[in-house]
């Protein structure tokens, strides 16, 4: 960051090879469109760029957590800016139009049934889940990044899974009512 902030081109590429893949799949999920979290990431890693100079190297904070959090809030802002019917438009279409429950389903299938199902937790719980089980992160780590306790990041997560287990229970009730029509 230090070489970043002096204006080191090749120090800020080492960075955004380093970082970009597992911070575009953290955004990917969070919003739940590719193209937008690629528009996240340009403006994240100008960001970086831009306050390179002002970073702090006895910070408590490793370079990851700050950065998970600059992402964070790019994507919260993001999923802000749309139309609020898009998440419940998103839900029918998925109840609507989703595949069968079927012993035949593929892992694609069902990691697209959960990722779907994510998009309906509240946004904290899928923060949490997201950063925890997708981005393998810790829970001090995901505690620092969230702002909140460890307690407090364990509630979320244990909220999160109990509603993910109802959402996709449900959805999968409604998909076999559709299958017997």
């Known amino acids: 960051m230090i070489r970043i902030g002096n204006g080191d081109r090749t120090a800020y590429k080492m960075l955004v090879d380093r970082h970009l893949r597992?911070?575009?799949?953290?955004?990917?999920?969070?919003?739940?469109d590719r193209t937008e979290a690629e528009d996240v990431m340009q403006e994240a890693f100008v960001r970086v760029w831009k306050n390179a100079g002002k970073w702090d190297q006895g910070r408590k904070a490793r370079f990851t957590?700050?950065?998970?959090?600059?992402?964070?809030?790019?994507?919260?802002?993001?999923?802000?800016r749309r139309k609020?019917?898009?998440d419940i438009d998103a839900a029918a279409e998925m109840a609507a139009g989703g595949p069968l429950p079927d012993d035949q389903l593929s892992d694609r299938q069902k990691a697209g049934q959960v990722a779907e199902v994510m998009k309906m937790l509240p946004e904290r719980q899928?923060?949490?889940?997201?950063?925890c089980y997708l981005q393998e992160q810790g829970n001090k780590e995901t505690a620092e990044i969230l702002g909140v306790s460890i307690g407090a990041l364990e509630s979320l997560l244990v909220r999160g899974r109990a509603r993910m287990a109802?959402?996709?229970q449900d959805h999968r009730d409604e998909l076999l009512k559709e299958k017997m029509r």
């Open 84 to 86: 609020p019917a898009s």
């Open 126 to 131: 899928r923060l949490a889940m997201t950063l």
């Open 65 to 80: 957590t700050w950065f998970y959090r600059i992402v964070m809030n790019l994507c919260i802002d993001t999923q802000r």
């Open 22 to 32: 597992d911070f575009l799949a953290f955004a990917a999920r969070i919003i739940g």
């Open 166 to 168: 109802e959402l996709l």
